[in-house]
């Protein structure tokens, strides 16, 4: 049970001390599974990372928001799942009005400005990462990581993005330091493989409300 409060700090920008290194891994979560989870717990642990905050946005601009559940009911969802000491689930983007990564991103540098962000991505989003607004502007910004995902294994060599930054892109094997890396910079972080998919879960039926 979530009492008023903690239903209330959901919608804010969560708490962030000079010299902590935060992942945000972004997405409608419509509706989140394990293999966001495996996304996540791969960055935090490969990229010694401090925290993962997970933005749950509004919609996702690119995307048909016919069937997206209500904002609230994802937010419980990745609640549910993302249930980790070092993971923070967060939906401000709704309170402050952003719909958009590169926004998001500015608004966090601004609010706090001590944290060291990662943007961490599933590789199935790589190869259209190049529709995203002001693509470029958000690899310029922070260091990206993106995790290995079905089916999305050769996309660092053939996405636009990885074509234009090749020579921003650092091994995994030295991504330890990643969130101290100046901009631009992005590494492939390979990791056994989960086949989930929000498109399948929807397909099989509405997102659980129960545990």
């Known amino acids: 049970m979530i009492d008023l409060a903690e239903a209330h700090s959901l919608f804010q920008v969560p708490p962030g001390d000079a010299g902590l290194t935060v992942g945000l891994f972004g997405g409608s979560f419509n509706p989140p599974h394990d293999g966001h989870f495996h996304v996540a717990l791969t960055a935090l642990r490969r990229l010694g990372l401090h925290r993962i905050w997970w933005l749950v946005t509004p919609g996702n601009p690119l995307k048909d928001h ?3 559940e209500a904002l609230e009911a994802r937010v419980a969802a990745v609640r549910r799942l993302a249930d980790h000491p070092r993971f923070t689930v967060t939906a401000f983007e709704a309170t402050e009005g952003l719909s958009y ?3 998001t991103i500015a608004f966090l540098k601004r609010r706090r400005p001590g944290v060291r962000f990662v943007w961490v991505m599933g590789a199935d989003n790589l190869a259209g990462f190049h529709r995203w607004q002001f693509w470029r502007q958000i690899v310029e910004t922070l260091p990206i990581a993106i ?3 079905p089916g999305a294994s050769l996309s660092p060599l ?3 993005m990885a074509e234009v930054y090749r020579h921003a892109r650092v091994a995994e094997e030295e991504a330890g330091d990643f969130a101290c890396r100046p901009a ?3 590494t492939f972080l390979h990791a056994p493989l989960n086949p989930l998919s929000s498109t399948l879960l929807r397909q099989h039926g509405p997102m659980r409300q129960d545990a």
Request: cysteine-free.
């Open 66 to 68: 016919s069937e997206l």
């Open 101 to 103: 990564s590169a926004d």
């Open 147 to 149: 995790v290995d995902r």
């Open 158 to 160: 053939s996405a636009p």
């Open 184 to 186: 631009p910079a992005w």
